[in-house]
Nanobody, 119 residues
Framework: QLQASGGGLVQAGGSLRLSCAAS????????VAWFRQAPGKEREFVSS????????YTADSVKGRFTISRDSAKNTVYLQMNSLKPEDTAVYYC??????????????WGRGTLVTVSS
């Protein structure tokens, strides 16, 4: 029901935009979030956006570089990633649930997309 895309290989300092398209869900009625999991590490919260789109949370590690947004007409959520660093290398997952935030429970998860940042 959620499908993330847009990952790939990029050099440090570069940019990527991830997309998360929904089917069978109206994303504008959910809070949405991005998480990531690096090799050998636990999954970590990246950013989330509430249902209205008026409030967001962003992890300190990506603050000022990553921006979450949504396009309700396209039923899609985005993660714009700028100034990428090798430590951003991970599989990125999108999720949807009733409430935004790093500790909220997200009911729907998409398959991840791999982002690799080379130094």
């Amino acid at each position: 029901q959620l499908q993330a895309s847009g990952g790939g290989l990029v050099q440090a300092g570069g940019s990527l935009r991830l997309s998360c398209a929904a089917s069978g869900l109206v994303l504008s009625t959910y809070a949405v979030a991005w998480f990531r999991q690096a090799p050998g590490k636990e999954r970590e919260f990246v950013s989330s956006l509430n249902r209205s789109g008026g409030s967001s949370y962003t992890a300190d590690s990506v603050k000022g570089r990553f921006t979450i947004s949504r396009d309700s007409a396209k039923n899609t959520v985005y993660l714009q990633m700028n100034s990428l660093k090798p430590e951003d290398t991970a599989v990125y997952y999108c999720a949807a649930g009733p409430y935004s935030g790093p500790y909220s429970k997200y009911n729907y998860w998409g398959r991840g997309t791999l982002v690799t940042v080379s130094s």
